[in-house]
């Protein structure tokens, strides 16, 4: 076999660029879940008020659990294990998002599908109020859902008609179905009742709150679809390499770049609204993990889909802890505190990716 | 004679539109086809029909299959392709990139083996890419990214390769190498070759055919000698050629404006 020199000098500079070292998946994973684990049971001991660990150990073996106990386990154990599982779902959308549409800035929300889910919620909580006769708790959950599938369908029904099956079209017509239903959100909030017009913005921002969402069935649906869109996410991760090599490319290697990706929009949109569902609108959590872990681990979706779930967990936590505390006793919507972090991140990433297309030119 | 690649009466359609139309050829196992035309001409459109990702009209046979009905994965397993434009959202690096490339042979849920990552690194040991393997593939050369494109292909392992422009940017030495590797592939392992060009050159040297579009439609098929006489590139690329010879040399065809810059 001929081998061809190559006809560029060697060795090149050790500034060229990189990849990133490539230490083993298990050890990634290993080292992301030690630092969620301290995370988790760090921050829950951070609060408005004290609670250390020698008062919950021994209020744990009180006889009734101690009030010490109770309240670290319920409002804030819980509640950050709770943030951690939406932080994962989001750090999985954003990552699989970014892949079909062939774009870093991508984020669950950008299609609409937040919109929609948030439209959905609106649409039963004032057609359903609490206290009518047809309102059902079910309903805050299936409202959002069917919003997520309502938008997702409504997307794919546009880019079919247009043929804008294309990742830049995909995002305008997400941008303007945002607008759209941001103007129908408004209606409901010209005809809600007070009450509810406010109780709906505090949930338009991010709602982790241990009282009113972490109930076991929220907790354990979330941790259910949270395996189950890892497992398959991570099972079909060569299929999101070759799909963000483009579609000509992804379809030159076997792939069915159409047929994938509404799959795969359907897939995580259903996850998109279920954790809208959850916690209201989240943004920029989906933004912000997925690139920092490719900039850290590389783009290969194999290291991508599982650390970028265990990035999220970690970055949820975190933000939820600040909202706790920062300004405590008062608790911020955890939606302000990631704007507040990833709103100057998304900036920070679009002067970066100006300034190297400006070094190209 | 085992046929590889045969097109009756093909045309091309981008929607309703027809954009490729009447091409008519046939590729032997182990030939090289040139498919050669100004731009816009439709070469790069010819070869998505070629490969089923746009729909045709007319006959169409890839080893015998028709394209459109043969599924992705089938074809990926039958045809690789380096594409003329080496566009990449998220920058792998060499290894990665040119490790896709073994994905037809994988299922989606499995890993590559120790056989993929052997083959991978073969090939790019055999193209000069060693001294970059670990580095991402925006930040290598053009000529090495052509490379890495040509070897994500090779790894494909497939009976025919097509390529888009595979010298187009490249420095001269480096068009060299990249022809003795397809001349290689070709007389060693057996590859049928279909090959979109620009450059008149080139297409004499490596192709056993060629066609010739013009606005989408075939003005000539057949061997260089005729398809690529002066009379014909005059009418394809709307300039007039001449042919230059030196002694013991064999003929370049060069358009007469640069021969006339030269004398």
Avoid at chain 1, 331 to 338: E, F, N, R
Avoid at chain 2, 80 to 93: G, K, S
Avoid at chain 2, 143 to 148: C, D, L, P, S
Avoid at chain 2, 184 to 207: I, K, M, N, W
């Amino acid at each position: 076999m001929t081998s061809y020199k190559s006809s560029l000098p060697e060795p090149r500079s050790p500034n060229a660029a990189r990849g990133p070292a490539g230490a083993g998946l298990d050890r990634l994973c290993c080292c992301y879940l030690l630092a969620l684990v301290v995370v988790l049971f760090g921050a829950s001991f951070l609060g408005s008020y004290r609670l250390t660990p020698a008062a919950v150990w021994d209020a744990f073996w009180q006889p009734d659990g101690g009030r010490a106990y109770a309240d670290w386990f319920d409002l804030r154990f819980r509640r950050l294990f709770f943030a951690g599982a939406v932080g994962g779902i989001l750090g999985l959308c954003g990552t699989v998002f970014q892949a079909l549409l062939r774009n870093p800035l991508a984020e669950p929300y950008i299609l609409g599908i937040s919109g929609a889910a948030s439209l959905g919620s609106m649409a039963v909580r004032f057609l359903l109020p609490a206290g009518s006769a047809l309102f059902a708790e079910g309903w805050l959950t299936i409202g959002p859902l069917a919003g997520a599938l309502a938008g997702t369908a409504l997307l794919l029904a546009v880019a079919r008609w247009g043929g804008l099956y294309d990742p830049p079209s995909l995002i305008l017509a997400g941008a303007v179905l945002t607008a759209i239903f941001g103007a129908l959100g408004l209606l409901f909030y010209t005809l809600a009742p007070e009450r509810q017009v406010v109780a709906t913005l505090l949930w338009l921002m991010g709602n982790i709150n241990a009282e009113a969402m972490v109930g076991t069935p929220h907790l354990r649906n979330l941790l259910l679809l949270l395996a189950a869109g890892g497992v398959g996410f991570f099972a079909f991760a060569r299929h999101l390499d070759l799909l963000s090599l483009g579609e000509e490319e992804a379809a030159d290697l076997g792939v069915s770049p159409r047929a994938l990706r509404v799959a795969l929009l359907i897939a995580a949109s259903l996850l998109t609204g279920a954790v809208v569902a959850a916690a209201g609108p989240i943004g920029f959590a989906g933004l912000v993990v997925p690139h920092i872990v490719r900039t850290l681990h590389g783009p290969g979706h194999d290291r991508l889909v599982p650390l970028s779930i265990l990035g999220g967990a970690i970055f949820l936590m975190l933000c939820d802890t600040a909202a706790r505390t920062c300004f405590a006793p008062h608790q911020l919507p955890i939606g302000v505190v990631t704007a507040l972090v990833g709103g100057p991140f998304f900036l920070f990433l679009l002067g970066t990716r100006r300034r190297g297309a400006l070094s190209v030119a | 004679m085992e046929t590889m690649l045969e097109a009756r009466s093909l045309s091309v359609l981008r929607g309703a539109a027809e954009t490729c139309s009447g091409v008519n050829l046939r590729v032997r196992r182990g030939g090289c086809h040139g498919i050669i035309g100004p731009n816009g001409s439709g070469k790069s459109t010819l070869l998505l029909g070629l490969r089923g990702l746009l729909p045709t009209r007319g006959d169409l046979a890839v080893a015998g299959i028709a394209p459109r009905s043969a599924g992705r994965a089938r074809m990926a397993r039958l045809v690789a392709v380096m594409p003329q434009r080496m566009e990449f959202a998220f920058p792998f690096t060499v290894e990665e990139m040119v490790l896709l490339g073994r994905s037809p042979h994988r299922r989606p849920w499995e890993a590559f083996r120790a056989e993929d990552r052997a083959r991978a690194r073969a090939l790019i040991e055999r193209l000069g890419l060693a001294p970059v393997a670990g580095m991402r593939v925006d930040a290598v050369s053009g000529g090495e990214r052509r490379k890495v494109f040509l070897a994500r292909a090779l790894a494909q392992d497939t009976p025919l390769l097509f390529l888009d422009e595979p010298t187009a940017g490249l420095d001269p030495a480096v068009q060299e190498e990249l022809v003795a590797l397809i001349e290689e592939l070709r007389q060693s392992e057996g590859r049928t070759v279909v090959v979109v060009l620009h450059d008149v050159r080139l297409a004499r040297r490596l192709c056993e055919r060629v066609t010739a579009l013009r606005a989408g439609v075939e003005l000539a098929e057949g061997v260089p000698e005729r398809v690529l006489a002066p009379d014909l590139l005059e009418a394809l690329f709307g300039v007039r050629w001449v042919e230059f010879s030196a002694a013991g040399r064999t003929p370049v065809l060069l358009p007469a404006a640069a021969e006339e810059k030269r004398s």
